[in-house]
């Protein structure tokens, strides 16, 4: 194991070279002992370690109740996100860079009172469809219940004492019954306090709306600790549900408001004041997630590609880590200067590159937002055609080593 002292020496002197870095942090190389034991494409796994949580809004009789049940959805799997699966007592890492064309699938599944169980799964393929700028597209659905999502962020990530990533992109969740509706989900901006008395932590920060297509909206605002950690409270976050248009004119009539904290525990109340329903963030178990075993995935898949510096992690064996990280790495800057796989010649798998989105954008005027492609390298959206007929291996021969 490395030695500790040593480990905290590094951590400094990391710190320290970060603090004069201006611009895009993104693909800057962190210390291997503060590496996370997965990739940024493993992420959004999280959005369906709860299945019961995706697939509520399905089984709502009314349309505010299931922007209600969006809501209790999107808030309860922002702590898996940021914290990785960790316990917020146990800290945050810095997850492994995606290299482009990697690919994380799987699928989560868990008994519940709709009926989702192993024969009824949460599926997931989430794919590095750029990585100058880094981007990230994911596609989430559960057929049974008619249940989906796609979205897709770049993050850019500066450092002015906190580590400061600002997500641009965006998601949609669609539900198939009701004549069809649709959901605009924010990605929220994080703020990472803490990095400089090393007890690092993720605070969500700003304003964001979730809007329905039924014409209602959701108001969410994260609040969280104050400058040096002076009033507020921890990942605070207070949430209300008004018609489209009500939210800026009478923000007393809202439907419902949501209060508490999104790593914690939160509880909703009725336009009375009376609570309607709670949810407990730390007590929630997540669903087991499931990807195919390591021999039977992909090279380009997540884990099989990451194995030895994952392996090396788990091991605590440092020097592992930054070998086997930088075999991989260099491997990949050597295949982007062949003009066959170039990322200006690269394809995604699963996802395709548009120009524009129509559902998205009439759902983001109702809250003033534009989309942004030319700071994405396009629109992604899931290639069902395509994605029908794949089969493993994806690339043929190509690896993210290069030619087998």
Not at 52 to 68: I, K, N, S, Y
Not at 216 to 244: C, M, P
Request: some cysteine.
């Amino acid at each position: 194991m490395a030695d500790t002292t040593q480990q905290n020496s590094n951590l400094k002197q990391f710190l320290a070279s970060i603090a004069t870095i201006r611009g895009d942090l993104s693909n800057i190389t962190a210390p291997p002992f503060v590496l996370a034991d997965k990739s940024t494409t493993e992420f959004p796994r999280y959005w369906i370690s709860h299945p019961d949580l995706f697939t509520a809004p399905a089984h709502q009789p009314t349309p505010e109740l299931r922007l209600l049940a969006v809501l209790k959805w999107f808030l309860a799997s922002l702590r898996g996100q940021q914290y990785a699966g960790r316990q917020p007592s146990d800290g945050v890492k810095k997850p492994l860079n995606a290299f482009l064309g990697e690919l994380f699938l799987g699928a989560c599944s868990s008994s519940d009172e709709h009926g989702v169980g192993s024969d009824d799964e949460c599926h997931l393929v989430s794919e590095q469809v750029s990585h100058h700028p880094p981007v990230t597209a994911c596609y989430l659905w559960n057929e049974r219940h008619g249940v989906r999502a796609e979205g897709y962020t770049r993050q850019e990530i500066t450092f002015n004492g906190n580590i400061n990533i600002q997500q641009i992109g965006h998601a949609v969740m669609h539900l198939d019954g009701f004549g069809g509706e649709d959901y605009l989900i924010p990605l929220p901006d994080v703020k990472v306090k803490g990095i400089l008395t090393f007890g690092p932590y993720p605070e969500l920060v700003g304003t964001y709306s979730i809007v329905s297509s039924t014409g209602y909206v959701a108001e969410v605002d994260f609040t969280g600790k104050g400058f040096l950690g002076v009033g507020g409270k921890r990942n605070a976050v207070h949430a209300a549900i008004y018609r489209q248009g009500d939210s800026k004119l009478r923000r007393k009539e809202a439907l419902f408001t949501a209060q508490g904290t999104w790593s914690e525990s939160f509880e909703f109340r009725d336009a009375r004041g009376e609570v309607v329903d709670s949810y407990d963030v730390g007590a929630a178990k997540s669903a087991d997630f499931h990807a195919p075993p390591l021999e039977r995935q992909d090279p380009w898949e997540s884990r099989r590609a990451w194995r030895g510096v994952i392996d090396a992690i788990h091991g605590g064996d440092m020097r592992g880590v930054a070998g086997n990280k930088s075999q991989l790495e260099s491997a990949q800057r050597e295949m982007r200067k062949n003009p066959a796989t170039s990322e200006e010649a690269w394809e995604a798998v699963f996802f395709r590159r548009e120009k524009d989105h129509p559902v998205a954008e009439k759902l983001m005027a109702v809250s003033g937002q534009k989309l942004s492609p030319q700071s994405t390298c396009g629109v992604w959206r899931y290639n069902y055609e395509k994605a029908a007929n794949l089969e493993r291996p994806f690339r043929g021969t190509l690896t993210p080593y290069g030619k087998q």
